[in-house]
DNA sequence: ATGAAAGCGCTAACAC
DNA sequence: GTGTTAGCGCTTTCAT
């Protein structure tokens, strides 16, 4: 299983180069101090057999790491992939930004019912720090993390009593702009789909209740909807609501492939989008741009989402206190809710 | 920058027990003849002191290592992002059948100019093997380090004087069954849209031109284009494609994102699709459902991809010889394509 | 059943 | 300038 190849060594160059490998270290390290024509012999040689530093060994040594861990949660009942589009994106963008800044990332799928699965990434030394990529329904797991002083960083929504440093879009403001969005265009009963059970969906659902506030409408629990991520539940989910009474004309979501799934069970309803229901996305995928019609969404900076992420948990490390960030969002419309009403 | 976080370690534990380092370790790792006593002792203590073991040291004392690098290729003149829908869902599925294997993953963006920092990673004893996603334009220097007998498993297509294991779709049936599609449908003038300097794509390419082989078609070289996988590059040589004649009734494309362009492209060219056009995608990825029209497409099994790659990379490290390996592909019919012309 | 000691590959005082 | 030596945190003979 644990390929025993072997592999050249200091030892081995010191060896061939008739120097000590104390010698040979401090010409890797591009010591000053070492006779230039030692340096260039050595390295010369170092290059020529193919040889790398055993980082294992340098870092045991030198007690340091340039390891980040990228955790991401899943459910361990459903077994649920990786999959959701802004998370695979995310990843992709913190691994721009870790190399970007000379750092290792290690990706690693952990059951999100034992969090401290990736407590031990850091506490064995495999990482320094954690990139947590969503916080789910794990609040309080991620707050007992925290409590045990480890570098940490979550992406998503900041909640009150939070001992965790997150970072994450503007909920609040996310769901006050897309509620906000279907009202200017003249839409009177707006559907809240998400499940706030989760931070950021919370939050949002928080920003929606804000612009019907800000309208002078009265907020309707039976305009709060429970729709989970999962394309499939989420489905089935919209297509009982639509069966129980379609009497909204206005839907907010917390993800495009949500509302890619509402539009199609509003069509199974015989429903036309928008001319009789709008329907705003969240994020701003690039699959946005590719549905029919066109997703009017709320644009989550994912790129930047990346670096700040990575950023924070490098102030982190460097033993600096920091506060939670909220990165901003902002409208996009496309022809799912366009501007002025069809 | 290095956090010297004091961390527990098994001399606190030994102190604390009253015992040697040695029986920490052996109790730790199970062994069997430390009193059954002593060892729960010993399990508590470590437990209480949220003790994990250094795995660092562990992997060097014991010269073994568990972890894979997965390794995506990017362009250094226009730092191109993993963003690719498909590359983005095989590093999904990479971490999932790595994680369900015990191994952890070492995720790298690297440039492709310089593939050998890629076995650096290797070499300095960061991980014992590599998955590389994608071949791009490098089938050279990855025979180069194939050569070098590195641990390394690419997912792609399979080249003539290959020496480096490769994973992929069977990429001319693909060609074959899609332009076969289109053929059987009616259309006559089947455009091929990618760039043939990718080896997955010049095995598309052959499946082209067998179909139209079999379907007794002279092939025509104003029906190649040269299109590349980045979104809008694609568009731009697709509109100009378009501009230079509307000689064809069908595009066998190489992504669905490329697809999607295409669309986009032709009906801005004045043509419907289906009815004047018919559009084939490639990958199958869940946004071609979202599309209008939706894509018909090839799909590519993505979850194998990744359960397939980690497999065959096993086993070359165990010192197998481990061929290339080909997965089946099939069409998918969705609306931009229908069975039978429009 | 447990401890002492050596060593994995490397770096950094400290000598000379 | 370069060599000697002592560990980094762990596992494992070899003793006892």
Redesign the pocket.
């Known amino acids: 299983m644990n390929e025993p190849r072997?592999?050249v060594?200091?030892?081995d160059i010191?060896r061939l180069a008739?120097?000590?490998?104390?010698?040979?270290?401090?010409?890797?390290?591009g010591?000053p101090?070492?006779?230039a024509?030692?340096?260039e012999r050595v390295s010369q040689l170092a290059r020529s057999l193919n040889?790398?530093?055993?980082v294992?060994?340098?870092n045991?040594?030198?007690?340091k790491n340039q390891t980040i861990a990228v955790v991401v949660p899943y459910d361990a009942r459903v077994r649920q992939h990786i999959s959701d589009p802004f998370f695979l994106a995310l990843v992709g963008a913190l691994a721009d930004a870790l190399t970007d800044r000379g750092y290792d990332m290690l990706l690693s799928r952990v059951d999100a019912e034992s969090l401290d699965s990736a407590a031990a990434l850091v506490e064995?030394?495999k990482a320094i720090g954690l990139v947590i990529v969503g916080q789910w329904r794990h609040h309080d797991q991620l707050n007992e993390l925290a409590a045990r002083k480890l570098p940490l960083v979550v992406w998503g929504g900041q909640m009150p009593q939070q001992l965790y440093c997150s970072v994450g879009g503007d909920n609040v403001m996310g769901g006050l702009i897309a509620t906000r969005h279907l009202l200017q265009s003249g839409r009177r009963r707006v559907l809240f789909a998400g499940d706030a059970q989760l931070p950021e969906v919370y939050l949002r659902r928080e920003g929606w209740r804000q612009a019907l506030r800000e309208a002078g409408i009265a907020a309707d629990e039976s305009l709060e909807l429970v729709v989970p991520f999962e394309a499939i539940a989420a489905r089935t989910r919209l297509d009982e609501r639509c069966a129980a009474g379609l009497d909204f004309d206005g839907v907010v979501t917390c993800s495009d492939l949500m509302a890619v799934q509402a539009v199609q069970a509003l069509r199974a309803a015989g429903q036309r989008v928008p001319a009789d229901v709008a329907v705003v996305g969240y994020d701003d995928m690039p699959i946005a741009t590719y549905t029919e019609p066109a997703l009017t969404t709320v644009h989550q900076p994912v790129l930047m989402a990346g670096e700040e992420l990575v950023e924070a948990l490098l102030a982190l490390l460097r033993g600096e206190t920091v506060p939670p960030r909220t990165l901003p969002v902002h409208m996009v419309t496309r022809a799912s809710a366009p501007a002025a009403a069809a």
């Open positions: 072997k592999r060594q200091m030892a010191a008739g120097v000590s490998v104390s010698t040979v270290s401090r010409a890797l390290a010591n101090q070492i006779n024509e030692t340096r040889y790398t530093i055993n294992g060994a340098q045991l040594r030198l007690q064995g030394g």
